[in-house]
């Protein structure tokens, strides 16, 4: 397990972050008033200065969390190489982009019709369900695309999603956990149950307990979903603090290797 060293995200961007400040042409630069610039990857001062850069930027950039969300979602299975169901399925997507799910749902579904085995269509169409709340719909899209690729990560972590929105909460948690069986090592595991668990369950030992795995994950991983994680552990350290519970959440950090100090 990485040794991880675990600082509060307001307390950090505020260190890091001395002023962001309006340029010329209206811009805002972020200037890092740390002395020498450290460009060695392996040095704590890098490490750091790159993780207080990082939570700022996934924070306040839409567009970087987007990317990142886009370059997690691809597999070999994603796409189709039959021409009408791309241009239905881009046309979806200029629809998804405004917000616009009933419009989108259409083209989507003109897209699986002709190419069937188009998984990335099948998952914007459950997509677009679940945003309309015809949680029904979503499922069964989420199962086809998983037909076609059983190991999709977007049809099998919004599986997990549509349970808790429809209030079953232990068939999320089973199926965050079918995503360990085809990547162990995958933190939404970790993350989408120990969301479950404190959010609905108020269980804050089992919650922090799979954030802090999920938070370790996506440090060995490089991931900056990291900074969400510890957006979590924050918000669970001040529920078990309020309980008089502090000292079981050093325990659980801990145990799974992340320093306080």
């Avoid at 750091?48 to 969300?69: F, G, P």
């Avoid at 998804?96 to 419009?103: A, C, D, E, G, V």
Wanted: aromatic content about 12%; hydrophobic content about 35%; glycine content about 4%.
């Amino acid at each position: 397990m990485v040794s991880s060293s675990f600082l509060g995200i307001g307390d950090a961007i505020k260190e890091a972050i001395q002023g962001a400040e309006k340029a010329p042409d209206g811009k805002k630069t972020v200037t890092m008033n740390k002395g020498p610039l450290v460009i060695d990857p392996n040095s704590d001062t890098y490490k750091k200065d790159y993780y207080e850069i990082e939570r700022y930027l996934m924070k306040n950039c839409k567009s970087l969390k987007n990317l990142v969300a886009a370059n997690d979602a691809m597999s070999n299975s994603s796409f189709s190489i039959n021409p009408i169901a791309i241009e239905f399925y881009n046309k979806g997507d200029d629809e998804l982009r405004t917000k616009n799910y009933s419009k989108a749902v259409g083209y989507y579904e003109e897209a699986v019709k002709s190419d069937s085995n188009f998984a990335f269509a099948w998952d914007n169409v459950g997509i677009c369900y679940r945003k309309l709340g015809d949680y029904n719909k979503a499922l069964y899209a989420y199962n086809k695309s998983l037909e076609i690729d059983p190991i999709g990560q977007v049809p099998l972590q919004n599986i997990a999603i549509v349970y808790e929105h429809i209030k079953q909460y232990d068939k999320a948690i089973d199926a965050y956990k079918k995503i360990a069986l085809t990547n162990p090592n995958d933190p939404e595991v970790y993350y989408g149950v120990g969301r479950i668990y404190f959010i609905y369950l108020n269980d804050n030992e089992k919650a922090l307990d799979n954030m802090c795995k999920a938070y370790n994950l996506y440090i060995a991983q490089n991931s900056p979903y990291r900074t969400d994680a510890e957006t979590q552990i924050n918000d669970i350290m001040h529920k078990m603090k309020e309980a008089g519970h502090f000292d079981k959440f050093k325990e659980i950090l801990h145990a799974n290797n992340i320093r306080t100090e």
